[in-house]
Structure formats: structure tokens, C-alpha cells
């Protein structure tokens, strides 16, 4: 035991001599050989990069901003044209349940005709190109062009990055497109519960293959509106107010509904069906102008741009709130009680008088301009009333008296743009512009309705009125019982 015990110690040493020294030394002499092939590789990589040029990254910052640019301009345009629903859904709840097919009716075919229209000439027309800077009419081209510098459409490649470039033609006409629409479905409220639908679809064809876009050329394509600095940011006078006057020519031409006036010529109120879609399609809309005002601003990339687009939704919130709390007010105080419907109105009478000017206004001055919107489209209400004009759901008042309201704001409150001295000639150039336009829309589509009527394709027969026109005119009802 005494012999085991004295040898143990002389056993693990020689081991240790053996094995663990010897491996110790292979290991030391493996990491020297890594380390030298380590500082073989380091610098042949360096050698190779002071070979080569320095990374440019030029093209990858273009590509991120014309990327971001292009789908947030897509996202905005199918909003605007979501809105779509929310025209339907107003229009449908304040008319008869006796018209319902021949008003969503209507507002599909504004969509459809309008893109067909818009494509093959709308487009060009109000986007003629450089050498109509200034001027009142040109013409592009038809069709989208794909942005085609270097572009190869088959490959799906750039032959070298377009730098002027900020986004995609095809996300620009998606975005053109449905404010061309919006325009033409204005018109639908104003005109609903008489009017032939061949005749309405013969309408919604002239304005958004012509009148719209020409008028549009005026400010947005270059044209001579522009040449005097005039301000319209997302379209109070170019959109609505060419649609609300539209609208009214279209009334005056039609005249008032069966039974909407006695003999005596006193009201009769005539009320909606369905409230619950008039505040659902309220609600639309309000989303909608989400894509329509802070949409306008066209570039989202960058800090700036970023801050410029929730800024310009910001103001138009303000201004939608306070135009249906001014609405609310005005009802209550007349009618003794609040009316939902003017609240209504008075929400979308806001969203109009801000668009033109929502990028260039101070929080105060988007609360104010909702105020006087609601308003005006209380008293716009009341006015027709008395003058015995029949607009079922107010489209005048909210689109074209607050478009008007939206144009002049601009003038009165808008920080100046480059080329104008003072506030008082700003004004005047607003006041100019948007008379301009709201004539050309209003006489043009004067014009048209006039010229149906005296052919006899403009309003439906007496009958057919009172029974109905989704029997009359498509022969079928919204609602049965099975």
C-alpha cells in the first residue's frame, strides 16, 4: 500500500511529460499557423478593396425614395378610391329605398367609365407635358407611360437609375384617376331620383374625359393657373367645386322632385331611408380624405416629407371636427333640435374647405376654416330650400360652396407661395382662379344638361318616378321579401 501510494505521484507526472505538453505545443504551433493564414486572408481583402472604387450609394438612396414614394402613392390612391363606397352609402341612406339600385348603380359606372375616359384621354389632358407650361389646353398622350428612361418592360429592369424620377407613372395615374372620379360622383347626389340613367352615364363620360381634366391642366398640369401661383393642395376647387357646380347645373336642369314642393311652393321634406348609411358612408369618406389631402403631397420620403404628411392630416382632422360641431350647433338652434344629417354635412363641408389648404395653415386656422364650413353649408341648405333647388343630399352646399370657401380660405389664411408679394394679391388670384373654374364647370355642364334635356333623355317620366327607378330604369328592387 506504502509502495502504490509513493509510485502514483511518479506515474501522473510522467503522463503529464507524455501527453499534455506535447499537445500544448501542437496547439500553440496551430494557432500561430491560423493567425498567420488569418493576416494572409485580412490583406488579401484589403488589397482587393483599395483595388476597387469606393461603394456609391447614390442609386440605393433613389431606389429607397422612389420605392417608398410609390407604394405610399398607391395606398393613398386606394383610399381615394374607397371613398367610392362612402358616396354610395350617403347617397343611398338619404334618398328612397325606391332608388337604391340606380344610385350604387351610378356610382360603379363613375368609376369604370371614369378610368376608360381618363386613360385614353383625361390623362393626357390634364397632364399634357412641358411645352403647355402656362396655357390653357394641350394634350399628352393617351394611355400610361411607363417611366421610361432606361426602363425595359419585358426584363422589368433599369438599364441605369432615372435620379429625376420620385415615383412610378402607374402609382401618379392610379392617384389621378380616382380624384377624376370623386369629381364625377359628386354629381350623383345632387341629380338622384329623376334623372335618366343613359343620360347620367353620358354625363359622367364628358365630365371625366373633359371638363375635369382640362380645368384640372389649369392648376395641376402647368397650365396658366399655375403660371399665376394660384393654391390648391388636394383639390377644394379643382375636385369639388368643379363637381359641386356640376351638381347644381344638373338640379337646375332636372327641376325638383315629385312632391318636393307644394303648389303654394312650401317644402316638403323628403327624408332619407336609411340614416345608419348615411354616417357609415360619413365615416368612409372621412377615412378616405386620409388618402386624398395628406396623399397630395406626392413624396413621403425623407424627414421633412414624413413631418409635412401627418402634419397636413392633422389639419384636416381639425377642420372636419369643427365643421360637424358648427353644423350640429346651427340645426340645434333653428330647429330646436340637433339634426344628424347637418352634422353630417358638416363633417364633409370641413374636409372640403380644408383640401386647399391643409399643408399651409396653423392648427388655429384649421379649426376656424371647419367652423365657417359648417356654416356655410347649414345656410347652403336652407338656401336651395328657399329657392326651391332640389339637391337630395346637398352636394352644392358641401362641394361647391365649400370649395369655393376652401379656395378663397387659402387666399385668406395660406402662408404666401414663391412669386407673390402680399396677402391681398394672393387673395385675388385665389379669388380669380377659383371663379374660373367653378364658371367653366357650372356653364360646360349647363351645356350638356340642357342639351339632354331638349332631346328628351334627361329625366324620366312621371310615373316611373313616383314608382320607382330601380323598376323603371333596371327593373329590379334593393329590397324584397322572400
Same mark, same amino acid.
Request: hydrophobic share 50%; glycine share 12%.
Given at each position: 500500500?506504502?509502495?502504490?501510494?509513493?509510485?502514483?505521484?511518479?506515474?501522473?507526472?510522467?503522463?503529464?511529460?507524455?501527453?499534455?505538453?506535447?499537445?500544448?505545443?501542437?496547439?500553440?504551433?496551430?494557432?500561430?499557423?491560423?493567425?498567420?493564414?488569418?493576416?494572409?486572408?485580412?490583406?488579401?481583402?484589403?488589397?482587393?478593396?483599395?483595388?476597387?472604387?469606393?461603394?456609391?450609394?447614390?442609386?440605393?438612396?433613389?431606389?429607397?425614395?422612389?420605392?417608398?414614394?410609390?407604394?405610399?402613392?398607391?395606398?393613398?390612391?386606394?383610399?381615394?378610391?374607397?371613398?367610392?363606397?362612402?358616396?354610395?352609402?350617403?347617397?343611398?341612406?338619404?334618398?328612397?329605398?325606391?332608388?337604391?339600385?340606380?344610385?350604387?348603380?351610378?356610382?360603379?359606372?363613375?368609376?369604370?367609365?371614369?378610368?376608360?375616359?381618363?386613360?385614353?384621354?383625361?390623362?393626357?389632358?390634364?397632364?399634357?407635358?412641358?411645352?403647355?407650361?402656362?396655357?390653357?389646353?394641350?394634350?399628352?398622350?393617351?394611355?400610361?407611360?411607363?417611366?421610361?428612361?432606361?426602363?425595359?418592360?419585358?426584363?422589368?429592369?433599369?438599364?441605369?437609375?432615372?435620379?429625376?424620377?420620385?415615383?412610378?407613372?402607374?402609382?401618379?395615374?392610379?392617384?389621378?384617376?380616382?380624384?377624376?372620379?370623386?369629381?364625377?360622383?359628386?354629381?350623383?347626389?345632387?341629380?338622384?331620383?329623376?334623372?335618366?340613367?343613359?343620360?347620367?352615364?353620358?354625363?359622367?363620360?364628358?365630365?371625366?374625359?373633359?371638363?375635369?381634366?382640362?380645368?384640372?391642366?389649369?392648376?395641376?398640369?402647368?397650365?396658366?393657373?399655375?403660371?399665376?401661383?394660384?393654391?390648391?393642395?388636394?383639390?377644394?376647387?379643382?375636385?369639388?367645386? #368643379?363637381? &359641386? *357646380?356640376?351638381?347644381? !347645373? +344638373?338640379? @337646375? $336642369? %332636372?327641376?325638383?322632385?315629385?312632391?318636393?314642393?307644394?303648389?303654394?311652393?312650401?317644402?316638403?321634406?323628403?327624408?332619407?331611408?336609411?340614416?345608419?348609411?348615411?354616417?357609415?358612408?360619413?365615416?368612409?369618406?372621412?377615412?378616405?380624405?386620409?388618402?386624398?389631402?395628406?396623399?397630395?403631397?406626392?413624396?413621403?420620403?425623407?424627414?421633412?416629407?414624413?413631418?409635412?404628411?401627418?402634419?397636413?392630416?392633422?389639419?384636416?382632422?381639425?377642420?372636419?371636427?369643427?365643421?360637424?360641431?358648427?353644423?350640429?350647433?346651427?340645426?340645434?338652434?333653428?330647429?330646436?333640435?340637433?339634426?344628424?344629417?347637418?352634422?353630417?354635412?358638416?363633417?364633409?363641408?370641413?374636409?372640403?374647405?380644408?383640401?386647399?389648404?391643409?399643408?399651409?395653415?396653423?392648427?388655429?386656422?384649421?379649426?376656424?376654416?371647419?367652423? #365657417?364650413? &359648417? *356654416?356655410?353649408?347649414? !345656410? +347652403?341648405? @336652407? $338656401? %336651395?330650400?328657399?329657392?326651391?333647388?332640389?339637391?337630395?343630399?346637398?352636394?352644392?352646399?358641401?362641394?361647391?360652396?365649400?370649395?369655393?370657401?376652401?379656395?378663397?380660405?387659402?387666399?385668406?389664411?395660406?402662408?404666401?407661395?414663391?412669386?407673390?408679394?402680399?396677402?391681398?394679391?394672393?387673395?385675388?388670384?385665389?379669388?380669380?382662379?377659383?371663379?374660373?373654374?367653378?364658371?367653366?364647370?357650372?356653364?360646360?355642364?349647363?351645356?350638356?344638361?340642357?342639351?339632354?334635356?331638349?332631346?328628351?333623355?334627361?329625366?324620366?317620366?312621371?310615373?316611373?318616378?313616383?314608382?320607382?327607378?330601380?323598376?323603371?330604369?333596371?327593373?329590379?328592387?334593393?329590397?324584397?321579401?322572400?
Amino acid at each position: 500500500m506504502l509502495i502504490r501510494k509513493a509510485l502514483f505521484p511518479v506515474l501522473m507526472t510522467m503522463l503529464l511529460t507524455l501527453f499534455v505538453v506535447p499537445a500544448s505545443g501542437f496547439a500553440q504551433e496551430e494557432d500561430a499557423e491560423s493567425a498567420e493564414v488569418t493576416t494572409e486572408v485580412v490583406e488579401e481583402v484589403e488589397a482587393t478593396e483599395s483595388e476597387s472604387a469606393p461603394i456609391d450609394y447614390s442609386d440605393l438612396k433613389w431606389d429607397m425614395g422612389y420605392t417608398i414614394n410609390t407604394l405610399i402613392m398607391f395606398l393613398c390612391a386606394v383610399l381615394v378610391l374607397f371613398m367610392q363606397a362612402g358616396f354610395a352609402m350617403v347617397e343611398v341612406g338619404l334618398n328612397s329605398q325606391k332608388n337604391t339600385i340606380n344610385i350604387l348603380f351610378k356610382n360603379v359606372m363613375d368609376l369604370c367609365l371614369g378610368v376608360v375616359l381618363y386613360l385614353f384621354v383625361g390623362y393626357g389632358l390634364m397632364y399634357p407635358g412641358g411645352d403647355y407650361e402656362g396655357k390653357w389646353f394641350g394634350f399628352g398622350s393617351s394611355m400610361v407611360t411607363r417611366d421610361a428612361q432606361g426602363f425595359d418592360e419585358e426584363a422589368g429592369t433599369w438599364e441605369e437609375p432615372p435620379s429625376s424620377l420620385q415615383w412610378s407613372n402607374t402609382a401618379d395615374f392610379m392617384f389621378q384617376v380616382a380624384f377624376a372620379a370623386t369629381a364625377a360622383t359628386i354629381v350623383s347626389g345632387a341629380v338622384a331620383g329623376r334623372m335618366k340613367f343613359g343620360s347620367y352615364l353620358v354625363y359622367s363620360m364628358v365630365l371625366t374625359g373633359l371638363i375635369y381634366p382640362i380645368s384640372g391642366m389649369w392648376k395641376w398640369g402647368g397650365g396658366a393657373l399655375a403660371a399665376w401661383h394660384f393654391q390648391d393642395f388636394a383639390g377644394s376647387v379643382v375636385v369639388h367645386a #368643379v363637381g &359641386g *357646380f356640376a351638381g347644381l !347645373a +344638373g338640379a @337646375l $336642369a %332636372l327641376g325638383p322632385r315629385i312632391g318636393r314642393y307644394t303648389p303654394e311652393g312650401q317644402s316638403v321634406p323628403m327624408p332619407g331611408h336609411n340614416i345608419t348609411f348615411a354616417a357609415l358612408g360619413v365615416f368612409v369618406l372621412w377615412v378616405g380624405w386620409y388618402g386624398f389631402n395628406p396623399g397630395s403631397q406626392l413624396t413621403y420620403n425623407g424627414i421633412a416629407n414624413a413631418e409635412a404628411t401627418t402634419y397636413i392630416a392633422l389639419t384636416t382632422t381639425l377642420s372636419a371636427a369643427t365643421g360637424a360641431i358648427c353644423a350640429m350647433l346651427c340645426s340645434w338652434v333653428k330647429f330646436g333640435k340637433p339634426d344628424i344629417t347637418m352634422a353630417l354635412n358638416g363633417a364633409l363641408a370641413g374636409l372640403v374647405g380644408i383640401t386647399a389648404n391643409c399643408d399651409r395653415v396653423s392648427q388655429i386656422e384649421a379649426l376656424i376654416i371647419g367652423v #365657417v364650413a &359648417g *356654416f356655410l353649408v347649414f !345656410a +347652403g341648405v @336652407l $338656401a %336651395l330650400d328657399k329657392l326651391k333647388i332640389d339637391d337630395p343630399v346637398g352636394a352644392f352646399p358641401v362641394h361647391g360652396i365649400c370649395g369655393v370657401w376652401g379656395g378663397l380660405a387659402t387666399g385668406i389664411f395660406g402662408d404666401l407661395p414663391d412669386g407673390i408679394a402680399t396677402q391681398s394679391e394672393f387673395f385675388i388670384v385665389q379669388l380669380k382662379s377659383t371663379a374660373i373654374i367653378s364658371a367653366w364647370a357650372f356653364f360646360t355642364m349647363m351645356i350638356v344638361f340642357y342639351g339632354l334635356k331638349a332631346i328628351g333623355m334627361l329625366r324620366v317620366s312621371p310615373e316611373e318616378e313616383q314608382r320607382g327607378l330601380d323598376i323603371g330604369e333596371h327593373g329590379m328592387e334593393a329590397y324584397t321579401l322572400s
